[in-house]
């Protein structure tokens, strides 16, 4: 069982940065995948960027290359989302999520989720 916790998100001017934390319970978040999705209201939950277990393989989507980057510390039970040149479109609530080994980039091959974390990026 993996209990995920995410952190960091708020209000931030179109251009702005934030970082996103999700931090991990349990002994065994080096053997598991973490991923990052967002959900904008009315839209459906979607894959943000990935980071498998050991760290050495990332997938970012096309939407968020250049400008999002996913790194994880196994000694810190932590995986991070640093996201610059956030745009108005970047708004929604983030969510991290985790499965064994490697990433996925389908919300359904994850097992488990946070609760999430609101972003807004103001125009």
């Known amino acids: 069982q993996v209990q995920l916790v995410e952190s960091g998100g708020g209000l931030v001017q179109a251009g702005g940065s934030l970082r996103l934390s999700c931090a991990a319970s349990g002994r065994t978040f080096s053997t598991y995948a973490m991923g990052w999705f967002r959900q904008a209201p009315g839209k459906e939950r979607e894959f943000v960027s990935a980071v498998s277990w050991g760290g050495v393989s990332t997938y970012r989507d096309d939407s968020v290359k250049g400008r999002f980057t996913i790194s994880r510390d196994n000694a810190r039970n932590t995986v991070y989302l640093q996201m610059n040149s956030l745009k108005p479109e970047d708004t929604a609530i983030y969510y991290c999520?985790?499965?064994?080994?490697?990433?996925?980039?389908?919300?359904?091959?994850?097992?488990?989720w946070g609760q999430g974390t609101q972003v807004t990026v103001s125009s």
């Open positions: 999520a985790a499965r064994k080994w490697e990433y996925a980039t389908t919300a359904p091959s994850y097992d488990y």
